[in-house]
Each structure stands twice: as structure tokens, then as C-alpha cells.
């Protein structure tokens, strides 16, 4: 205890954003902690409910079903081609909300930080996830901040959870697909889980490999709009495309048939794939969607998502059939068809 | 892509919980991350909305404000005398949304794994984590897992969030202190830090300390019952009393005047803070509230929170004061007059 000192004498420097680091006194809950949250935190995502500064926030929610989803980001490295940590963690889990067919309002975000983290990486993390959430409206309304020991973390690790209404008549799930079902997708695939990989080793390609990481919400809104009955939708993040044909086809207990020629992969992405011995159906995506629905909202859901900037590559890339149940079946290029399978071991560590 | 192995096969054995352990695999997006959520996390938090298993949960909320809150827990060690960092990690957020005046109903959980951690201690963590969310009367309804290399984490580290809901004429902040109101708090201070700290430097003390981690939103519906305009509740955890009281004096910008010899302390609590050259005020909390009422109140706040078990031990510890705005004064034992100041460095590392 140390009476030398009071609230009533603010003589403490600034955050030395440009040298400084974190070090465990800033997760300690005392005044070192109060600061960081001021100077970084506060000051980025300003809102009203972050405002009041007590341990919750206070949300108004207009009528609707809540969907909630929550995601820890612990990818490496902290910046990439495209993007970094904080707009990622704003955008996987704006993403995990509208694929509820919600429209997301809030984020709340928990830092876990590395002693030794430079406070200016730490402030462009931060305020790229102030960018991000301003241009996907969504307020983030309360955080928290953990500081662990050098060699017991890796860099900072950011939860985000998130909170979205969504209207009654919509209520997309991984287990609605019906045989005769359309399956649409968005955009290429690999962009993603390509640019961290290319990052990480080093490997130059002509041109860069950026990462699709982006939101969604709008694209959602869009398909809302036409079709509000859309049976599922679902973003091919981790594991990629076939993991989540594969999930579906469980859930729902129906099979999938789609063709290899139908689903787009960027020339880049494909010939890294190679290189690096990765199939592009298991790379993770970060603004990509599937969405399977009725063979009569077809046209209309196809031509609502290629009218939107993230959906101006939307293709129809297979059906979901009777047949082989709980299987993933690809057409391929040369005329074969085979099983796609989940991925079995482990291929792309912290890409998300 | 391997195409031998549909999921029409389902021949994979189940999880060695006895002597496995966690490896990237796990947090891939594939086959073995999908057997982890089924035969450890699903299997424990069994409900309606996380058995859907959308990467999002769809809850129904009754009438009110909602109240959210984030916490991420990274305590060291994973097991300590009272708790561990599952039951921790329901306490820390149920307490949260709690002090926000809302009946908590819903939590998220985001795992951040260290690559080795034995599979048993996993399961004992989610085990925990499932009986305190089950006692405290909230489901765990959406989650995230990832996996991150040997070095790269330690153990285990979890993200919960918490959604409640209150009433609209509770509205408990940390700025609505004002003079003439009373601080009650809930019973003795420091039995969490130094569980925490007495495990870490195997202390051993006649009477084994246990941490206080509870849930205390039956004590909060206890205090609302009599006072639902109770001013301010808070929960001192990290930073400990002194970082409570001299927040709310700076948020509400009034003077708090509480006396040493009302505050409860343990005795072994008093030994141990002695031996390591703690100050209790300092020291954390997880079962432990803070009420600032109207003095027309107190009465009836301090009988109701008496009358339940987490409050038997309530005491009237000081008033709010007009004067030295910001600050918080102690009148000690010993006759003296002093200020509490915030903790200025770090003193107890990854408590919570």
C-alpha cells in the first residue's frame, strides 16, 4: 500500500506507445492495468456501453432471437498479407453470427497478452480491430485483458464473442439440407490459410497471396433478402471447404455431390497448393460462405450474392443428393469421382 | 484428401481420456478436433442449443436489459485448494454478469490449449466446468477450440462470456456512489490470492487456506430483493479491495472511508500476507461482493445478505464521503488514518 500517491494527483506519464512493452504489471487489475485499458483499449472502440467502464455491459437488443458465438484467435503470425489478428478476430466472428442469419450488433474482446509485446504492435492490432468492427457496425461493448509470463503465450491471443438478432422466420442450421438442395458457393477458396502459409515459409510468389478475411454480414443480408428460408449457411474457416460440406452432410444425414470444376481457386493459390502439397478443399477461408438452399431460390440467391462485392464470384457447386448418405462426393476435372474426407491429422496450425 | 475412409466408417476409437494427449490435431478443424467437442465438450455441457452444433448457439432471453461480460482465465496452477480454472472460469463470469444486476443464464467457452496437456487434466477442467455452470444454474451454450504449439501457451487457457439479463429498475453502477451511502461488503478478503500464492510457493499452513471462487448471483437476488435500487455491486478480484473501492471513488467521484477493524480477514489469511508482504487489500477475490446502497437500505441489505450462505460473514465496512473526492481513506487498527492507494505494480501474477 502506497498512500504517497492518490487518485487526486495524476502526475503518471503516458503510454510510451512508440518503446514501450507490455510487462505483467498491466494485467495486474491495478493502476498499470487502468492505463492500458484508458490509453489503448478505451480510446479505440470507444462506445457508450464500453463508456461506463464497469466488469458488463448493458446492451438494448431490438426484438428477434439472440445468436451468439464466441472464437479465440491464436493465429501466427500477428500480421499478414490481408489482415492480422485484430481484423480477423473481428471478422471470424462477426462471420460465426450471421451464419446464424443474424444481423451481429455487439463483440466483446479478451486479450491474453505476452510479456514483452511491443505496445505499438499491440496498438496497431488494436486499432485495426476498431477499423474493422466500425465498418462491419458492430460496437465492441466490454473486454479483458490477461498478461502472462514470457514463453507461456505468443505475442497476444484475442477471444471475441458475439451477439446478433435475427428475424423468426430465418433459422439456417447445418442440419436443414434436403436432397435436391442447391450448394452455393461464394468465392475462391485457400486464399487464406495460402497467405499465413506463404508468410510463414518465406515463399514469393510473383503475385502476392493475400487473405480473404473479411465480413460477411452484408452478403448474408443479401441472401436474407431473397431467400429468408436458406436451409443453411456456413463459413469454410478451419479445415476448410470439405470439412464443411462434410459436416453438413452429417448433420443433416443426406449426401453432397459437387464438381471440382465449378469451385474456384485462384491460379496463385492453386499452384502454392502444390508447391506446398495441400489440397485447396482442406485450406481455411475467412470470407467465404456456402449456402444451401431450396432448387427454387437458386437463381435468385445466385444472383443477390454475384450483385455483392463479396459474392461477385458466387457459384452454383454441386447438389445434395439421397444417395451416400453422410458422404462428400467430388466430380473431378479429369472425369474420376471420389470421396472427399475430412482432414485426418494436422495440416495448417494457427491459421485462425 | 483421402479418400478411403468415409464417414460411413465409423471406425476410429474413441479418445484415450486416461492417457492421451492434446495435440495440434485437435484444433485443425478436422476429424480429431470434431472428436474432441464430441466425447469431451458436448458430452459434458450437454443442452438444447449447444447440441445443435452450429458455430453459433440461438438462445431465447425473457424480457429485460441484456448484461454481458468477458473474462479469460489463465491462472497458474491449473488445480488449486478450492477450485481450479474450470469452476474458475464459470465463478469469474456468472460474478461479472451478476454485479451487472442481471440473472445469468448463458455462457460461452473459448479453449486455448497447450499442445501436450494430458487429456485427464482436460477432463477434469471440463468436468468442473460443467458442475459449476450446472450449480450456478447457466448453460454452456457455444465454443471454441484451439490448439497451439508446446511453448506457445501453458496448459490451458479459457475465455468464457456470460449473458444475463435484469430487470429495468436495477441498475447498479460504478459511478452511481454517492455521499452518505454505505459499503457493505460480503465477507473476509484475500482467501483466493492466497490459496493461489500459498500453492505456487508450497506454503503449508496448519489450516490448509482455500479460495473463496464461488458463484454469487443468489446473493446478488438476495440483495435486489430488498434494495433493487441498490447503487452500486462489484466483486473485488484482481487488484483486490483497494482497486474496488478507489474505482468506484474515481468513477463516481465521491470519498470512501472504510475501517481496518471491520473488514474481515482470516486469520491464517492475516499469517500468510505477513509472511509473503501482502496487503489484503490487495489481494484477489472470486467469492467476494462489494454493495453500495442508500443508508435507508443497509439494514435490510446487510440482514438479507447475512441470511445466505455466501454472506454470513457481511459487514458494514465504511461510508461514502463528500470529501477527498477520489480517494480512499482507511481509519486502521491502531488509531492512524491513511490512504489506500491502487496496487502500483504487479503482486500476484495469474490469479485468475
Redesign the interface.
Known amino acids: ?8 494527483t495524476p502526475r503518471r506519464r503516458k503510454l510510451d506507445l512508440a518503446n514501450g512493452r507490455v ?3 498491466h ?8 492505463q492500458l485499458i484508458e490509453e489503448l483499449f478505451v480510446s479505440a472502440f470507444a462506445n457508450d456501453a464500453l463508456d ?10 431490438p426484438p428477434g ?10 493465429v ?1 503470425p500477428l500480421f499478414f498479407p490481408g489482415g492480422d489478428i485484430g481484423s480477423l478476430a473481428v471478422h471470424g466472428t462477426v462471420n ?2 450471421a ?2 442469419g ?1 444481423v451481429p450488433l ?1 463483440l ?5 497478452i505476452e510479456e514483452g509485446l511491443p505496445l505499438s504492435e499491440l496498438k496497431r492490432v488494436v486499432d485495426s480491430m476498431a477499423a474493422a468492427a466500425r465498418d462491419a457496425g458492430v460496437a465492441i ?4 485483458t ?4 514470457r ?4 505475442g497476444v ?1 484475442i ?1 471475441t ?1 458475439g ?1 446478433g438478432v ?1 428475424r423468426d422466420v430465418v ?1 439456417p ?3 436443414r439440407a434436403r436432397p435436391g438442395d442447391v450448394v452455393i458457393l461464394s468465392g475462391s477458396i485457400g486464399d487464406h490459410g495460402i497467405a499465413i502459409m506463404s508468410t510463414r515459409e518465406s515463399l514469393d510468389f510473383e503475385a502476392p497471396i493475400l487473405s480473404d478475411s473479411a465480413a460477411l454480414h452484408g452478403l448474408v443480408a443479401a441472401i436474407l433478402d431473397v431467400a429468408p428460408g436458406v436451409r443453411v449457411l ?2 469454410p ?4 471447404l ?2 464443411t460440406l ?2 453438413i ?3 443433416s444425414n443426406v449426401g453432397m455431390l459437387v464438381r471440382e470444376r465449378d469451385i474456384p481457386v485462384k491460379p496463385a493459390v492453386e499452384a502454392a497448393c502444390e508447391l506446398l502439397g495441400l ?1 485447396p ?2 485450406v ?1 477461408n475467412e470470407g467465404k460462405l456456402v449456402a444451401i438452399v431450396d432448387p427454387a431460390d437458386a437463381g435468385a440467391v445466385l444472383a443477390a450474392m454475384r450483385a455483392h462485392p463479396r459474392g461477385a464470384e458466387a457459384a452454383i457447386i454441386g447438389t445434395v443428393t439421397a444417395e ?4 462428400v462426393q467430388l466430380d473431378t476435372t479429369f472425369g474420376g469421382r ?13 491459421i ?1
Chains 1, 2 share one sequence.
Not at 432471437?65 to 491464436?74: A, E, G, I
Not at 466483446?108 to 491474453?112: D, H, R, S
Not at 474457416?237 to 476448410?240: A, E, H
Not at 471420389?338 to 494457427?350: H, N, Y
Open positions: 500500500m502506497d498512500g504517497s500517491l492518490g487518485r487526486g510487462d505483467l504489471s494485467g495486474s487489475g491495478g493502476r498499470a492495468m487502468e461506463r467502464r464497469d466488469d458488463n455491459a448493458v446492451l438494448d437488443v432471437r439472440l445468436v451468439v458465438s464466441t472464437d479465440s484467435f491464436v501466427s460465426d453470427v451464419m446464424g443474424a455487439y466483446t474482446a479478451g486479450f491474453i461493448v466490454t473486454g479483458d490477461k498478461v502472462v509470463e514463453g507461456k503465450g505468443d491471443f477471444n464473442t451477439i435475427r433459422a442450421s447445418a442440419d456456413r463459413d474457416t478451419r479445415g476448410g470439405s470439412a462434410n459436416e452432410a452429417g448433420r489440397d478443399l482442406h481455411a451416400a448418405r453422410g458422404l471420389r470421396i472427399v474426407d475430412w482432414l485426418a491429422g494436422e495440416q495448417l496450425p494457427r485462425c
